[in-house]
């Protein structure tokens, strides 16, 4: 029987980080995956799929619809080849999760395809495909065996008209009207992918706003920008049904004055969020105790009950991120090998891949209002910038939020072009606990998006930015 230092349960984006770093401070590492390719949700039906789909569509759009603007001519109509979209579409997963592999051989892991389960808390057996099995020890293991979609108990996924976000990456066809269950990112990013590529899309939404986890200003410009686009709200909608009839879908809803609403379409996207997945793992054989919603229970080591047992990403606490998990894996290595790591989840930035993006850290104005915490507001407009004006990306704003009496940032809320890769500055000035004045008093190149970063601090310093 292989022995390891560290086993890994899962393979996505917190599994293989963790198994890389246990290996680069020298333990002998194992990494398990009952499917077939490494990566994970994120890479293989997840982040990078559902980013390549939100590029071409993007490509499309700005052909039949701003091409022209910028003086470039397209003879004869511009059409969709959406077999050909989704063949790229997995062009890229393919490549990117053989690159994972080449990353388990570059640091000698060995990779075990199968279903691991816990024989006992040093024990794990590996089910493989043909029913075979075979065991492995090791001295400590880490779950990461993340999430999976979640639905409504009365709701039949049949994977053909009545969607998860899985299918929805590798539909046949474009809808004739998509109605999307959900006004989270994954919804929201999907949706939007569709109504480019020419469906009516609908967002039935049970609470008052979308991405109500984000700062509110967000909420509304993003509802605003993709009513702009043609997408249409039902926010205040309690689903109660939703039935196939051949290929038409009927989801039936009561609006907040409680009467009952019909909509149909011909494909339904249930969009209601994920849960942790820890079937077939076998906890109780080790002893791990799980906590509501199906979660692993950890302690702020990320150490389950078991002392030798972690575990990290979507099957534990906290927000549902690719980047959250992989800070995680490498917490838990550092911890094995003796260090002190820490991570300030706080600072963990939150991104919608819409276009305009979404894109946000720290605390919400709706958080520190609840808190009680005195704050001062700077907000700057992205139409007010050449650049956004030259890419004709004029939708959106950049808000950073600073505490009232020290300056200090505490959080920062942006929509609009590139805001994805934008954050990354807030994350950074936050980390080094900076000043609305110090971010208002270094240059940023001009012209540039992140020109909006330096006018809502100044705007949150003084209240004087330069260009409104």
Same mark, same amino acid.
């Given at each position: 029987?292989?022995?390891?230092?560290?086993?890994?349960?899962?393979?996505?984006?917190?599994?293989?980080?963790?198994?890389?770093?246990?290996?680069?401070?020298?333990?002998?590492?194992?990494?398990?995956?009952? #499917?077939?390719?490494?990566?994970?949700?994120?890479?293989?039906?997840?982040?990078?799929?559902?980013?390549?789909?939100?590029?071409?569509?993007?490509?499309?759009?700005?052909?039949?619809?701003?091409?022209?603007?910028?003086?470039?001519?397209? /003879?004869?109509?511009?059409?969709? *080849?959406?077999?050909?979209?989704?063949?790229?579409?997995?062009?890229?997963?393919?490549?990117?999760?053989?690159?994972?592999?080449?990353?388990?051989?570059? *640091?000698?892991?060995?990779?075990?395809?199968?279903?691991?389960?816990?024989?006992?808390?040093?024990?794990?057996?590996?089910?493989?495909?043909?029913?075979?099995?075979?065991?492995?020890?090791?001295?400590?293991?880490?779950?990461?065996?993340?999430?999976?979609?979640?639905?409504?108990?009365?709701?039949?996924?049949?994977?053909?008209?009545?969607?998860?976000?899985?299918?929805?990456?590798?539909?046949?066809?474009?809808?004739?009207?998509?109605?999307?269950?959900?006004?989270?990112?994954?919804?929201?990013?999907?949706?939007?992918?569709?109504?480019?590529?020419?469906?009516?899309?609908?967002?039935?939404?049970?609470?008052?706003?979308?991405?109500?986890?984000?700062?509110?200003?967000?909420?509304?410009?993003?509802?605003?920008?993709?009513?702009?686009?043609?997408?249409?709200?039902?926010?205040?909608?309690?689903?109660?049904?939703?039935?196939?009839?051949?290929?038409?879908?009927?989801?039936?809803?009561?609006?907040?004055?409680?009467?009952?609403?019909?909509?149909?379409?011909?494909?339904?996207?249930?969009?209601?969020?994920?849960?942790? #997945?820890?079937?077939?793992?076998?906890?109780?054989?080790?002893?791990?105790?799980?906590?509501?919603?199906?979660?692993?229970?950890?302690?702020?080591?990320?150490?389950?009950?078991?002392?030798?047992? #972690?575990?990290?990403?979507?099957?534990?606490?906290?927000?549902?991120?690719?980047?959250?998990? &992989?800070?995680?894996? $490498?917490?838990?290595?550092?911890?094995?090998?003796?260090?002190?790591?820490?991570?300030?989840?706080?600072?963990?930035?939150?991104?919608?891949? $819409?276009? /305009?993006?979404?894109?946000?850290?720290?605390?919400?104005?709706?958080?520190?209002?609840?808190?009680?915490?005195?704050?001062?507001?700077?907000?700057?407009?992205?139409?007010?910038?050449?650049?956004?004006?030259?890419?004709?990306?004029?939708?959106?704003?950049?808000?950073?939020?600073?505490?009232?009496?020290?300056?200090?940032?505490?959080?920062?809320?942006?929509?609009?072009?590139?805001?994805?890769?934008?954050?990354? &500055?807030?994350?950074?000035?936050? &980390?080094?606990?900076?000043?609305?004045?110090?971010?208002?008093?270094?240059?940023?190149?001009?012209?540039?998006?992140?020109?909006?970063?330096k006018e809502a601090a100044l705007a949150a310093t003084e209240d004087r930015p330069i260009h409104i």
């Amino acid at each position: 029987m292989s022995s390891y230092d560290v086993a890994v349960i899962g393979s996505g984006p917190g599994g293989y980080v963790a198994a890389i770093r246990c290996a680069q401070l020298g333990m002998k590492t194992a990494i398990i995956e009952k #499917y077939a390719t490494l990566g994970g949700t994120c890479l293989n039906v997840g982040c990078i799929p559902s980013k390549a789909l939100l590029d071409s569509s993007h490509h499309y759009e700005d052909a039949i619809k701003h091409f022209d603007t910028h003086g470039i001519e397209i /003879p004869g109509e511009v059409k969709v *080849n959406l077999e050909k979209m989704i063949s790229r579409k997995q062009a890229v997963v393919d490549q990117t999760t053989g690159g994972i592999d080449f990353l388990m051989k570059k *640091n000698k892991i060995d990779v075990f395809q199968g279903i691991g389960s816990f024989k006992d808390a040093t024990n794990i057996n590996i089910t493989k495909e043909d029913g075979t099995v075979e065991a492995i020890q090791a001295k400590n293991t880490i779950i990461a065996t993340g999430s999976k979609p979640s639905s409504l108990p009365f709701i039949k996924i049949d994977k053909e008209r009545v969607i998860t976000s899985t299918e929805a990456l590798k539909l046949k066809e474009v809808p004739k009207h998509m109605i999307v269950i959900g006004g989270g990112v994954i919804g929201l990013e999907l949706g939007q992918v569709y109504k480019r590529l020419g469906a009516e899309v609908t967002v039935v939404e049970y609470l008052d706003r979308i991405i109500p986890g984000m700062d509110g200003a967000c909420s509304k410009e993003l509802t605003k920008v993709l009513k702009k686009q043609k997408i249409k709200f039902a926010l205040s909608h309690k689903v109660k049904s939703v039935e196939r009839n051949g290929n038409e879908v009927v989801v039936k809803a009561d609006n907040k004055k409680g009467e009952e609403v019909t909509f149909t379409g011909d494909y339904c996207l249930v969009a209601v969020g994920r849960h942790a #997945y820890t079937d077939g793992l076998n906890l109780e054989a080790a002893g791990i105790k799980q906590e509501e919603r199906g979660r692993v229970a950890v302690n702020e080591h990320l150490q389950t009950n078991v002392s030798n047992i #972690y575990a990290i990403g979507d099957v534990i606490k906290g927000a549902m991120l690719a980047h959250k998990a &992989e800070e995680e894996g $490498t917490l838990v290595a550092e911890i094995l090998a003796g260090q002190k790591p820490h991570i300030d989840y706080n600072l963990i930035p939150g991104v919608v891949y $819409t276009w /305009p993006e979404v894109a946000a850290v720290g605390k919400t104005e709706e958080q520190l209002k609840e808190a009680g915490v005195a704050y001062k507001v700077g907000q700057f407009p992205m139409r007010a910038l050449g650049r956004a004006r030259a890419s004709m990306d004029i939708d959106g704003f950049v808000k950073i939020i600073a505490d009232k009496n020290t300056d200090e940032v505490l959080g920062v809320h942006m929509v609009g072009a590139r805001v994805a890769d934008l954050i990354s &500055e807030a994350v950074v000035a936050m &980390e080094f606990r900076a000043s609305a004045e110090d971010i208002a008093r270094m240059s940023h190149a001009h012209p540039t998006y992140a020109e909006a970063v330096k006018e809502a601090a100044l705007a949150a310093t003084e209240d004087r930015p330069i260009h409104i």
